[in-house]
């Protein structure tokens, strides 16, 4: 097994990772018949349930761009609420991948614990890492009528922290929240692009019907089930 097959870690150490009689997972990258050897990979190997889905994205894609290289995204709910050895296994699988350049994770401030941000900073030494963190307005008395549970201190703190560490970070922001007028939403945007962000990302509200916000009122507007 070659060094830098062994891990995606280049601090991996497999003489303090591994003792005789441990078993591990293998590829066969490829053998030498003349000389009776193989080559293996035990980083080809862990990255390969990550990798089936990779290839699927890309044969999905494939009609419309000659793309070879690509950002690992994991946009759905919080990104970094989870266990700590599943969310390492996870993003460890995604940047494996030769044609994955970016790990891009979406997430909250309150889902940035230090196990998580130490793990992020890890990532980040391999290939880069970026954090797409909902923030959605500067304004903690539509943060308590959101049910958000955060408020603008708090992620300004996670901001700060993952800037010290090297890490990009898109910053999410919510237009025409109930009881925001054009005032309070560029308040909002001046705020933000204040704090050592990399990038901004406006959204458009949505509510889904049925939830607990669907009876809201906002001038004009009415959002009912």
């Not at 066969?28 to 290839?55: C, P, V, Y």
């Not at 890309?58 to 970094?80: D, H, L, P």
């Amino acid at each position: 097994i070659p060094a830098d097959e062994y891990s995606a870690d280049p601090t991996a150490d497999p003489a303090k990772e591994l003792k005789i009689g441990d078993e591990i997972g293998l590829i066969i990258m490829k053998t030498n018949d003349q000389e009776g050897t193989i080559m293996l990979s035990k980083k080809r190997f862990d990255a390969q349930g990550a990798w089936d889905k990779i290839e699927a994205a890309k044969e999905k894609i494939a009609s419309k761009t000659n793309c070879n290289k690509f950002i690992a995204y994991f946009q759905a709910y919080s990104g970094t609420y989870g266990d700590i050895e599943y969310l390492e296994k996870l993003f460890t699988e995604a940047i494996n991948h030769p044609q994955v350049v970016i790990l891009s994770v979406a997430t909250r401030c309150d889902c940035l614990d230090e196990k998580v941000l130490a793990l992020l900073e890890k990532i980040n030494r391999i290939k880069p890492v970026w954090i797409e963190m909902g923030l959605q307005t500067v304004h903690d008395s539509t943060h308590r009528l959101l049910n958000t549970c955060y408020t603008y201190d708090m992620f300004s703190s996670k901001v700060y922290e993952l800037n010290k560490r090297g890490i990009y970070v898109i910053a999410h922001l919510i237009l025409g929240l109930p009881g925001e007028d054009e005032s309070m939403i560029l308040e909002s945007v001046r705020k933000t692009c204040n704090l050592p962000i990399d990038g901004i990302k406006l959204q458009l509200l949505h509510v889904k019907q049925f939830s607990s916000d669907s009876n809201w009122t906002h001038g004009d507007m009415e959002f009912e089930a």
